[in-house]
T-cell receptor, first 113, second 112 residues
Framework: DVKVTQSSRYLVKRTGEKVFLECVQD?????MFWYRQDPGLGLRLIYF???????EKGDIPEGYSVSREKKERFSLILESASTNQTSMYLC????????????FGPGTRLTVT | DQQVKQNSPSLSVQEGRISILNCDYT??????FLWYKKYPAEGPTFLIS?????DKNEDGRFTVFLNKSAKHLSLHIVPSQPGDSAVYFC???????????FGTGTSLTVIP
């Protein structure tokens, strides 16, 4: 079974703090994704990566950056957290070769106060 | 602008009856569609998929129907069970295959 793990289930940070969200997958997947889920808005793609050191902007990249130094690990960085970044953050991974289902981690509920 | 829409935020169904969840999309380039199920405090899990070369795909109690001309897909669950109570997201992908666009979700409650 594919396993995608996220470093924290719940996180509380202060406005202006730098925040790191870590995601690790164990299935040697090429593609990794960061989404945020908000009520009434569904899942929105922040960034994705199709290879080590490669990244692509999703629909809402503003205020975020990412890092992928190793194939299995994809980090989401909030350079200066703001209250409007309070959300559920979901990491996903998928194999390569065209449209294929993504496997999600359990999510990190981030609260910025 | 939301390219994938689920216009019903919630749905309640009696156990044993059929649940029908609907999804509409606007981009005619979308050619692969997925349904995900999400329980509270868990990540979404893949349920069923369909490509645009088909108009129906079935897996046990779950069937997805695709109407390309109407840009509409639906998920049928029959018979519905209390364990099916969850939020269901539809997702669509186009030419790149890497990026999926998700709907806003429908919360299904199956009443025992």
């Amino acid at each position: 079974d594919v396993k995608v793990t996220q470093s924290s289930r719940y996180l509380v940070k202060r406005t202006g703090e730098k925040v790191f969200l870590e995601c690790v997958q164990d299935m040697d997947h090429e593609n990794m994704f960061w989404y945020r889920q908000d009520p009434g808005l569904g899942l929105r793609l922040i960034y994705f990566s199709y290879d080590v050191k490669m990244k692509e902007k999703g629909d809402i990249p503003e205020g975020y950056s990412v890092s992928r130094e190793k194939k299995e690990r994809f980090s989401l960085i909030l350079e200066s957290a703001s209250t409007n970044q309070t959300s559920m953050y979901l990491c996903a991974s998928s194999d390569t070769g065209g449209p294929i289902e993504q496997y999600f981690g359990p999510g990190t509920r981030l609260t910025v106060t | 602008d939301q390219q994938v829409k689920q216009n019903s935020p919630s749905l309640s169904v009696q156990e044993g009856r059929i649940s029908i969840l609907n999804c509409d999309y606007t981009n005619s380039m979308f050619d692969y569609f997925l349904w995900y199920k999400k329980y509270p405090a868990e990540g979404p899990t893949f349920l069923i998929s369909i490509s645009s070369i088909k108009d129906k795909n079935e897996d046990g109690r779950f069937t997805v129907f695709l109407n390309k001309s109407a840009k509409h897909l639906s998920l049928h669950i029959v018979p519905s069970q209390p364990g099916d109570s969850a939020v269901y997201f539809c997702a669509a992908s186009g030419d790149t295959g890497n990026q999926f666009y998700f709907g806003t979700g429908t919360s299904l409650t199956v009443i025992p």
